[in-house]
């Protein structure tokens, strides 16, 4: 994943790390559906930048196969889907020690609140990706 906006903390503090286990795992266990409410919901929490990040998940390996094989695997077994669902997948993350959700991870397949999100923090980014599995993934505080 990559930075493209917003406080950098924020997902310092809600994803796992390397350190903490060696292959850090979000479950999805909730969809948002892409309507207009929902996402009235995300955006307003995205105007204030010590309250969210923005980052772009995209495929990588160890060589170019690797990565091919990668994007491969993230189109058809999870972009695709979400798109098809016309849903965002929603994570839950804990305060630490609690039950208690202290952030929530949206995480976008290519779509209009993604893109134009994409396009207004980093236009240049979006341009570069357009053609790319990718997926946005946008961090908020609770």
Known sequence: MHFVHGNPNVARAS???????????LRIA???????TQLEGVAKKMQVDKEHCM????PCGRDHADVLQ????LQTGFITYLQQKMAA???????PGSEQAAYVVHIFPACDFANENLERAAPDLKNRVAELAHLLIVIATV
């Open 15 to 25: 994803l796992p790390s390397l350190v903490e286990t060696n292959t850090p795992l």
């Open 55 to 58: 980052l772009l998940a995209l």
């Open 30 to 36: 909730q969809r948002m559906r892409l309507e207009q």
């Open 89 to 95: 997948g929603i994570v839950n993350i804990p305060i």
């Open 70 to 73: 990668h994007s491969r695997n």
